[in-house]
């Protein structure tokens, strides 16, 4: 298999929040829409085969036959570089029966097996690496943040607004072309829990009588329980529950807020206690960045106590959040840190990078920041010292 193949083009449709047919949601936002042949965005509500078969698509997929890179998949790229286990290679596994050799350009709708399905972007926080397009509780802050972030003029803030593309029933009616070979399903938001449309899907699938061969993953802040799940879940064939948690207490607070830590670990308990009754897994997954490198050993060890794994994603956007931006100094203290868990799958990625952070866009990362502290009023000296802010 080639250095650039991977299989989710030809079985995976994914969804931006605000319904945009998109590459996956690794892929590097600006450069992973489909777009139809007169410039505008594909849309979740238009005819699916045309928007998952677009210029952009088959182009996608011809560099994936071929070997050449492509511009929107640089995220796995650059982890597979660092040594660390890709996306890319991940759904290689995942998919072991795909042959590329049998694969053209064109995918078929009927060969879809997973489904990323972000049907609305309702959430309760603003997590400092998360924006507006994803959290509608971002955008008074964004706009209070003025021009230390891009600001969408008024039409584009009026389209996100006004965005209920779910709402469409021709939506739901092509749901049903691939519903029958569906295998997995990705919920998230905003957070899954609030936006009320993910229960409709599930209710789509039990009443269609597929359920049962679909496995489902939720990322979830773990801030909100709905006790009405579990019995729905106990129709799909499994359940995972991905926590996004990024800190232990105060570090969690402080970059996804308002987060309560109290409330979050009571959730996590009602999971548990859920997974008695529905074929639920559990496990954490921790977007790894400046705020929170010098606790990532510390969150590994607290989370094996509680037998739960912790998976580690990088981010990558906004860069000026990313392990790149510390100094030297500061990546020699971290690589220290994460030495009490050095065999931990992923920790010497984590080190190969911060041999390599280049220390740019500091001050960028201190005035957003600073700025975002006032907004929040949150002090990160007091729950980051480490970083010497
Ligand atoms: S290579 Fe990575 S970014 Fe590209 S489609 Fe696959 S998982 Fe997504």
Redesign the pocket.
Known sequence: MNK?F?P??WKEISSSPSGSVR??C??TSGSNLSLHSDGTVAKMSDDLNESWNTDFFKDVREKMLTGKN?S??S??YKQEAAGIH???LQ?IENFPDIKPENLTTKAELSEVEQLDLRLGRVCNLQCRMCGPYSSTSWEPTWKALGNLVNQPDQKTWDKLNQNNWPENPDVWEQFKLFVPKLRRVYLTGGEPFLVSKNKEFLKFCIDSGHASHIQLRYSTNGTIWDAELPSMWSHFEKVTLNFSIDGLDEVNNYIRFPARWNQLMKNLDSAKAASRVAPIHISVSTAVQAYNIFQISELISFFREKELNVYLDLIHQPSYLSLAVLSPELSEKAKLKLQNEISYPGVTGLIQLLNSSKHQEWNQFIAYTKKLDEIHEQNISQVIPELGI
């Open positions: 650039t991977c989710l083009p590459l996956c690794s892929s492509v929107a998949c995220n796995c890709s996306e890319r759904w």
